[in-house]
């Protein structure tokens, strides 16, 4: 989280903490001082996303890009990602990629994109009643969630 030593490691227990891995971390070998391995293959990918969600948080970062943050966590680890997302980047600008839709519906924007060009930018409830690419995705991923349930 902080290879060149820049915070301290109070600040990087909180953060920790905030994306509740605190735990996890103190009962490895040498805490904070633990050597992730190549691409953090020694941690399980939702673990990973929350290590990055915690140097994010660390580093106070006021842009955070996200690609498909949880495209492969369980349900778990995906509101805790959708949470911290929510509370603590709040004043921070995040663009998230996105194929789960309930990732992004109470965003400020949605930006739809369709064969790399822009087709919709809006307020999420305004794509809605405006009909369209984005309205008709959120009609197929509806009908999809009632049909599984």
Known sequence: MDPFSRYTDMELWTALEEVQLKGMVEELPGQLYYQL????????????????????????????????????????????IQEVIRHKFKDSTVLTIAHRLDTIMDYDKVLVLEGGRVMEFDKPDALIRNGGLFADLVKIASESKSRTL
Not at 53 to 66: D, E, G, N, P, Q
Request: glycine share 4%; with cysteine; hydrophobic share 40%.
């Open 37 to 80: 391995k190549e691409s953090g293959s020694n941690f399980s990918v939702g673990e990973r996303q929350l290590v990055c969600l915690a140097r994010a948080l660390v580093h106070r970062s006021k842009i955070i890009i996200m690609d498909e943050a949880t495209a492969n966590v369980d349900f778990k680890t995906d509101r805790l």
